[in-house]
């Protein structure tokens, strides 16, 4: 069963534009992790962040965590055409703490 | 997707044939991992390793077998492959430095089955 539920499932702004993606999650985690996919290619790490941090900041990106709401959100300011992609949350929430991986949100920046 | 190559990257078989997909790593991890995705599931852990000859079932390993008889490959056996594999599979590497595990990625390997 899915642990991480992204929302919206896509999202389409202009490059400049701040993009919010949020994820919510069943049970209890010790940390929940961002990764991208781009068409095409398998994911990639973009951040990570621990049940006992509220925020954290890596560039262009800035994410949330709310664990009594069970919820992250990702921020991604002034937006690229390059930051087209797939936004995928996973928590650390599995057997033997596997990730588990949400449905994820098409992210669409226009130029 | 440097140190984890995956192949075949693509293939079409038949409906009953048996299929192999491989991953390579060249990062000495111990931990590699196979994941399915498909349009409106995301991603789901098939089986994962967690050292040579060891290995454990995921969410939906029904219909799939793995072998790790090397640190560097890790197997994804379909017996007698379905319709309903059609997906693209992916491989992972993880990292657990800081006792956190972070993903690494193959870039997939799209199987057809007719």
Known sequence: ???????PQALSIQEGENATMNCSYKTSINNLQWYRQNSGRGLVHLILIRSNEREKHSGRLRV???????????????SRAADTASYFCATDGGSQGNLIFGKGTKLSVKP | DAGITQSPRHKVTETGTPVTLRCHQTENHRYMYWYRQDPGHGLRL????????????GEVSDGYSVSRSKTE????????ATSSQTSVYFCAIGSSGAGANVLTFGAGSRLTVL
Request: glycine share 4%; charged share 30%; aromatic share 8%.
């Open chain 1, 1 to 7: 069963s899915q642990q991480g539920e992204e929302d």
């Open chain 1, 64 to 78: 949330t965590l709310d664990t009594s709401k069970k919820s992250s959100s990702l921020l991604i300011t002034a």
């Open chain 2, 46 to 57: 098939i089986h994962y390793s967690y050292g040579v000859k060891d290995t454990d079932k």
């Open chain 2, 73 to 80: 490959d890790f197997l994804l056996t379909l017996e007698s």
